[in-house]
């Protein structure tokens, strides 16, 4: 009989950087909406994550830390102050990384582009926020949806090129403050319809320059990013990237993705995170409708995963998004459709997920089960019938609970 210890989801992997994971379980990003004065980590978020550290996670990548204070995707996420000194930001991000001493972990850099709220950063309320081209969010088609659409975030201006380059710098610059504070690496996050996935789609993107009009160009802000950081990071410090499935989409998109895919892993990363959804369409919140054959086999996600396995062999794959059981995490892995499972909100209800459950081997697979929370929606919200709503519901109730967790000093 297999015992948990045994099992593929309990063995080390080692990325191409020479970053040896102890397992093969992820925590995985999520909003901590802990910012508050200058959106800095502070100790509320050290305790979050002191919890994590020591829950016996394989790899825990931080939620999505802002390159740009201008731009934030929330009112409640950290970033690089730009007001403060160097060395009080670099003290914040040193403390922090402290504080996740135990296990491996890599902050997720990001830029929200469009998806930007009013009162999220240092623009002003008048102030557009960037895409790259003016393509505005499509977040329902009720009167009321499309008022708060306008009222929210707007119709975006088209980022200059001049402007890309600052994005460039900005992810650079966020990935060597990261670097010097001790964390493992970082990951680039161009999923659920944020800026670099915006660029990545040819919904968003209608640009006809050097950065759009076919996909390879759509990518290349994302390849130049990821060259630039491995430019003027140390050898052996992680590159991860976090990128939207295609799944139930047309074959011509999932091969325009593919080539995408293969720009970016030939510049050099060390993980492929595979999520989906965005403002517009919500689904890494776990809400929508999945096939019977993703429902069985749990993950969110897998389908996109599995068909893109075989172009990228070597490229070390994690999916994150609906994993339920151990049973569902290992036959993920042992199937080969993945290297690494992601956990979100099953690692807010449980923090030590992995030591006290998944990988204990006193608790039986029947018993080892992975909870979550589900919120119903109000009946005025669903009356709204603007998504991004309905997904702030729950979103709300575990953002309360990791402020439960910020409470509780280690």
């Known amino acids: 009989m297999t ?22 379980l992820i925590k995985a990003a999520m909003a901590e909406n802990q910012g508050v004065e200058h959106n800095l980590p502070n ?54 990384a402290a504080s996740c001493a135990g296990a491996p972990t890599v902050v997720q850099l990001n830029h929200p582009g ?33 008022a708060l659409n306008r009222l929210i975030f707007g119709t975006p201006r088209e980022i200059t090129v001049a402007e890309i380059q600052g994005v460039i710098d900005n992810f650079v610059r966020a990935a060597r403050v990261c670097a010097e504070a001790g964390f493992q690496g970082v990951q680039i996050h161009a999923a659920h319809g944020y800026l670099l996935a915006q660029f990545l789609s040819s919904k968003v993107n209608q640009r006809t320059d050097a950065y759009g009009g076919t996909p390879e160009k759509g990518a290349k802000i994302v390849v130049d990013i990821i060259k630039a950081v491995r430019a003027a990071t140390p050898k052996g410090f992680c590159v991860g990237i976090k990128l939207n499935s ?77 994993f ?30 992995p030591s006290n459950t998944v990988l204990n081997p006193e608790i039986k697979d029947q018993d080892a089960t992975l909870y979550v929370k589900t919120v119903p929606m109000p009946w005025f919200v669903k009356a709204i019938g603007a998504k991004f709503v309905g997904a702030g519901v729950e979103n709300t109730w575990y953002s309360a609970r990791i402020k439960e967790m910020s409470k509780v000093a280690s």
């Not at 510049?267 to 054959?293: C, I």
């Open 3 to 24: 015992t948990p210890t045994q099992l593929r989801i309990a063995q080390p992997i080692t990325l191409k950087c020479g970053l040896t994971l102890p397992n093969r």
């Open 43 to 96: 100790e509320p978020l050290e305790n979050v994550y002191k919890a994590w550290a020591r829950g016996g996670w394989g790899l825990v990548i931080t939620g999505n830390v802002q390159v740009d204070d201008v731009y934030l995707g929330a009112p409640g996420d950290m970033t690089f102050d730009t007001s403060l000194s160097p060395a009080t930001v670099a003290a914040a991000f040193s403390n922090w």
């Open 114 to 146: 469009r998806q930007s709220p009013i009162g999220a950063g240092k623009h002003g309320f008048m102030t557009k926020s960037v895409a790259p081209s003016a393509v505005p969010m499509d977040m329902g088609s009720g009167l009321i949806a499309r």
């Open 246 to 322: 295609v799944d139930h989409q047309s074959p011509s998109e999932l091969q325009d993705c593919i080539k995408q895919l293969r720009l970016i892993t030939d510049a050099g990363v060390d993980f492929l995170e595979v999520s989906g959804g965005s403002y517009e369409d919500p689904s890494f919140t776990g809400d929508g409708t999945k096939s019977t054959r993703t429902r069985a086999r749990e993950a969110f996600f897998l389908e996109f995963a599995t068909a893109i396995r075989s172009e990228f062999p070597g490229v070390p794959l994690a999916v994150t998004g609906g």
């Open 324 to 353: 339920r059981s151990r049973q569902g995490l290992e036959a993920a892995v042992a199937s080969g459709d993945c290297d690494l499972v992601g956990l979100g909100r099953p690692a807010i209800i449980n923090p030590a997920l």
